[in-house]
């Protein structure tokens, strides 16, 4: 028996969105591998760290899984193992997660026809890579390729979680090979392609300079203080260089 030729057409078309649906994922899984590889040593030293900080295999296994930040991850347990109270750790980690407030922002308009569930799902997937990913690939955008560069970047990151939590006992005091360095590592890999005018140059230079001299100090919040001049520097010199115009 034929089919209508509607019946064929739209038969066609959906098979095309599939063919394009699982190339988007692809290209997303492929362009945030090297950023997936990139952090392993900072898994390992997020999985090595619930194992000190007293939590169980299956404690320190589901805060990868389910809190999913590896900043946050690693001060709150540097917090934990400090004895500093629930409500110091709540703010700490909302201040150095507020970023993903601009972030989800800045994919709204890519994402807000979709399904509630699959917004929810981007919303947990979205990291500083999955973000720098998605920055620097504007035109693919689809829910296809922030789902494929996001799974690939959260397997990796349990991955190498899981691995920590092994070698934590396996090797003693493995927070001390400063496997940290990984974290700043990782966001020169992000920060640097995105600097692309005077304007972002200047926010990112005046952030390191604030950085350094609030670490001289031994200013608490001194981080997030950098940040937010760095923000603001950058604001200023773009409205100076808008009255120029």
Request: hydrophobic share 55%; with cysteine; aromatic share 12%.
């Amino acid at each position: 028996m034929n089919l209508p030729i509607n019946a064929l057409s739209n038969l066609e078309k959906k098979t095309q969105k599939n063919v394009l649906n699982k190339q988007a994922f692809f290209k997303g899984a492929v362009d945030i591998l090297p950023l997936s590889i990139a952090v392993l040593p900072w898994g390992i030293l997020a999985g090595s760290m619930a194992v000190n900080a007293g939590l169980s295999f299956a404690q320190s296994f589901a805060m990868s899984a389910i809190f999913f930040a590896g900043a946050a991850q690693l001060v709150s347990l540097g917090l934990v193992m400090s004895g500093a109270s629930l409500f110091t750790i709540v703010i700490t980690v909302l201040f150095l997660t507020s970023q993903h407030l601009i972030y989800a922002l800045n994919f709204r308009k890519d994402i807000r026809c979709l399904p509630v569930y699959k917004r929810l799902i981007v919303g947990f997937l979205l990291t500083d890579e999955l973000f720098a990913i998605g920055v620097t690939h504007q035109a693919q955008r689809s829910f296809a390729y922030l789902f494929g560069a996001g799974i690939c970047f959260y397997f990796a990151w349990c991955l190498f979680s899981l691995l920590g939590i092994f070698l934590a006992n396996a090797i003693p005091n493995l927070e001390r090979l400063h496997l940290d360095f990984s974290i700043v590592a990782i966001f020169i890999l992000i920060i640097v392609p995105m600097i692309k005018n005077l304007v972002t140059l200047m926010g990112v230079v005046s952030t390191l300079i604030a950085t350094l001299i609030f670490k001289y100090f031994q200013i608490e919040m001194g981080m997030i203080l950098s940040g937010v001049l760095g923000m603001i520097t950058a604001l200023l010199l773009q409205k100076w260089q808008g009255t120029k115009k």
